[in-house]
């Protein structure tokens, strides 16, 4: 495989050569007209500043920014990978690219209006719609004394009781359209997305098959009147959408757990953990043969993954170019990006970069490839 940087390095000794020999015939290249600034100081032409392009600090984001590098590169615009942030987001703007997952910026800016309107447990079975219960606030089981309900959640939601419970109608979390609009409004002045990832960031309740099988777990509602002895990853999921589990699923975890030293994925094969909110593109997911249980009424929310920047300093071409490549940021394309920066074949980020870019259809197939 040729390593990435050598074609650049051909180049540069090719453009020393034809300096040297211009130099020796007697002629100096000419430099083009430049333009005074207001300060009296001559300002660069725009696509002399390279294009820095910032993502976030999970490793699969920081690889897609060397992918647009790459790219962008092959299309004549001058571009760098800056430093990595925890909020990429506030890095866009003029000749700065943010690569941003919509998901993880709603989640820390605007959780409450990402996690959407949550309904109020029904006050009595004729309120609820479905199901009795024998005591409204203890979620007692129909077949139970009232004399002796199940103990109510310390959140008031009567769902850790081992049995299920009735549950109230809601609206669906954002789809990825809906979290776009979310985070919209919290991009710098003068910022937009200028590109948007094919494929959605859906989050999903993720489990073993052994658990899935021995529970008959097939939706997200199914987990209603389990969670009591269920431990939940990660921490963060329960600040986000625990009250809309409690709610909407029935859904009240024991506990809920920060990722160990494997991730999400690994806390769930080593029995750490029960279940796991993870993207639904997570290459774990397959390759540890985890379940993920259906959401049909749409629970748990999706996003995309943006290019955000000043859309009026981009260099000509820069937009369709980022573009190129979100439109093969599909699910699959996307699982490889993480499947290459973090899997136990990951390449170094140059050589992963080159890989997915061949994978995606937007560089040819080296002929010593096979």
């Known amino acids: 495989m040729t390593r990435p940087g050598?074609?650049?390095?051909?180049?540069?000794?090719?453009?020393?050569?034809?300096?040297?020999?211009?130099?020796?015939?007697?002629?100096?290249p000419q430099p083009g007209p430049e333009e005074p600034t207001a300060g009296g100081t001559v300002a660069a032409p725009a696509s002399d500043t390279p294009l820095a392009l910032i993502a976030g600090t999970r490793p699969e984001e920081q690889l897609l920014a060397v992918v647009l590098e790459r790219h962008l590169e092959s299309e004549g615009i001058a571009a760098e990978v800056g430093e990595p942030s925890a909020e990429p987001w506030g890095a866009a703007g003029a000749h700065q690219v943010a690569v941003v997952d919509t998901l993880a910026m709603?989640?820390?800016?605007?959780?409450?209006?990402?996690?959407?309107?949550?309904?109020?447990?029904?006050p009595s079975p004729e309120s609820s719609?479905?199901?009795?219960r024998t005591d409204a606030g203890s979620g007692a089981s129909p077949d139970a004394a009232a004399s002796d309900p199940a103990p109510a959640s310390p959140t008031g939601h009567p769902t850790a009781t081992g049995s299920a419970t009735p549950l109230p109608e809601g609206r669906p979390a954002a789809d990825a359209q809906g979290t776009t609009a979310i985070v919209t409004e919290y991009l710098p002045e003068g910022t937009e997305a200028v590109a948007s990832s094919a494929g959605t960031t859906r989050l999903q309740a993720v489990a073993t098959t052994a658990l899935t099988g021995l529970y008959e777990l097939e939706d997200l509602t199914d987990l209603n009147g389990l969670c009591d002895r269920l431990v939940f990853s990660p921490q963060a999921g329960a600040a986000v959408y625990g009250e809309r589990l409690q709610a909407l699923a029935g859904c009240e975890p024991a506990e809920w757990v920060e990722p160990g030293d494997r991730g999400v994925a690994g806390d769930l094969v080593s029995g750490r953990a029960d279940v796991a909110l993870m993207y639904g593109t997570d290459p774990a997911i397959s390759d540890q043969a985890l379940e993920p249980l259906a959401d049909q009424s749409r629970i748990l929310p999706e996003g995309r993954v943006l290019m955000v920047a000043d859309p009026e300093a981009l260099p000509d071409g820069a937009d369709a170019a980022l573009q190129a490549v979100a439109d093969r940021l599909d699910g699959e394309m996307l699982a490889e990006l993480q499947r290459l920066s973090t899997g136990p074949d990951r390449l170094d980020r140059e050589e992963a970069a080159h890989f997915w870019m061949v994978a995606a259809g937007l560089e040819p197939t080296p002929d010593d490839w096979f």
Request: aromatic share 0%; glycine share 14%; with cysteine.
């Open 106 to 122: 709603a989640s820390k800016l605007a959780p409450d209006t990402l996690a959407g309107e949550v309904p109020t447990p029904a």
């Open 6 to 28: 050598a074609p650049r390095r051909v180049g540069s000794l090719l453009a020393s050569g034809a300096l040297a020999a211009a130099l020796l015939a007697g002629c100096t």
């Open 129 to 132: 719609g479905s199901g009795s």
